[in-house]
C-alpha cells in the first residue's frame, strides 16, 4: 500500500492562546500556563503547542509556532490578539 503525500494546501489552521485551567497555584505563587496552539480544523487534531514564557502572553509565543510546523499553503486563522505587527507583517 503506498503511504498518500500530506498536503496542507487550502487547509485551515487556527492558531490560539489559551490559559491551562487550574494552573495557577496561589499558595506557591505559581503563575498560571499559557499555551498557544495550531489547531487542523478538518482533522480536527492539534498540530503543535507551546507554552508561552513565564510573564509573558501569547503575542511572544505566537511566531514561533507555525515555523515549527510544516503548514505551507495552508489558511492560518488568529484571533485580535495576533494582529501585531511582528506577527501579521503587511506587505
Known amino acids: 500500500m503506498k503511504s498518500a503525500e500530506v498536503s496542507s494546501l487550502g487547509e485551515i ?3 490560539n492562546g ?5 494552573s ?3 499558595r506557591s505563587k505559581q503563575a498560571a500556563i499559557h499555551m498557544v496552539s495550531a489547531f ?6 492539534v498540530l503543535g503547542q507551546i507554552k508561552t514564557s513565564d510573564k509573558s502572553n501569547e ?3 505566537v511566531p514561533d509556532l507555525p515555523s515549527k ?3 505551507k499553503g495552508a489558511v492560518v ?3 485580535a490578539m495576533g494582529c501585531q505587527k511582528a506577527i501579521a ?3
Open 69 to 71: 510546523l510544516d503548514i
Open 24 to 26: 495557577f497555584d496561589k
Open 40 to 45: 487542523a480544523a478538518e482533522n480536527r487534531v
Open 18 to 22: 489559551k490559559t491551562v485551567r487550574r
Open 89 to 91: 507583517p503587511y506587505h
Open 59 to 61: 503575542i511572544t509565543a
Open 13 to 15: 489552521i487556527a492558531i
Open 77 to 79: 486563522t488568529i484571533d
